[in-house]
């Protein structure tokens, strides 16, 4: 099975603090980690992939198998980063390549 | 122009109907997908397609149907429409390979009442 958790629905910071978005999953093969954002009003679009292992808008995530997360960090939020942050997995699905996405996280920067 | 379109973008219809929710790409791309967002479930997978007719099954398919005749169109179909079915729809397009970038069209937003 594939399968994606983000324990945190929502999550609330002060502009300059540092944030982290937990993304745990559950996959036998080799996983593919991706985060997505949804800003307001916005489609959704790709904000970082695990094998770039690039730094997109401050933000960073590492995959970690060992304990099969793939957090999303930064170490200090801005108010325009607030905005629906989705992980998604990747992998073959049966026979075909299906990309699965969690529940979310809401992220609001404060002021 | 390019890129990946939904069709409509609102759309309200009664319990019973039939209703289909139109997806175009324009780049060719192997697989196709459809998400359905509501509060508190995030994106959840309907069907996808990994070519011109090849379909599977995501996680929540009742109710729906997909085709794929062509490679660049992927229609959802909700043959009677319920009112769970209420929701915002998504479709997306990857090329495919490993770590590729999904593209998501803009949503179609269907009330069912």
């Known amino acids: 099975a594939q399968r994606v958790t983000q324990p945190e629905k929502l999550l609330s910071v002060f502009k300059g603090a540092p944030v982290e978005l937990k993304c745990n999953y559950s996959?036998?093969?080799?996983?593919?980690l991706f985060w997505y954002v949804q800003y307001s009003r916005q489609r959704l679009q790709l904000l970082l992939r695990?094998?770039s292992r690039e730094s997109i808008k401050g933000f960073t995530a590492d995959l970690n198998k060992g304990e099969t997360s793939f957090h999303l960090k930064k170490p200090f939020a801005q108010e325009e980063d607030s905005a629906m942050y989705y992980c998604?997995?990747?992998?073959?699905?049966?026979?075909?390549?299906?990309?699965?996405f969690g529940k979310g996280t809401l992220l609001t920067v404060n002021p | 122009d390019a890129g990946i379109t939904q069709s409509p973008r609102y759309k309200i219809t009664e319990t019973g109907r039939q209703v289909t929710l139109m997806c175009h790409q324009t780049w060719s791309h192997s697989y196709m997908f459809w998400y359905r967002q509501d509060l508190g479930h995030g994106l959840r997978l309907i069907y996808y397609?990994?070519?011109?007719?090849?379909?599977d099954k995501g996680e929540v398919p009742d109710g729906y149907v997909v085709s794929r005749s062509k490679t660049e169109n992927f229609p959802l179909t909700l043959e009677s429409a319920t009112r769970s079915q209420t929701s915002v729809y998504f479709c997306a397009s990857i090329r495919g390979g490993v770590g590729t970038e999904a593209f998501f069209g803009q949503g179609t937003r269907l009330t069912v009442v």
């Open positions: 397609s990994a070519a011109a007719d090849i379909t």
């Open positions: 695990h094998i």
């Open positions: 998604a997995l990747g992998g073959s699905g049966g026979s075909n390549y299906k990309l699965t």
């Open positions: 996959y036998s093969g080799s996983p593919e």
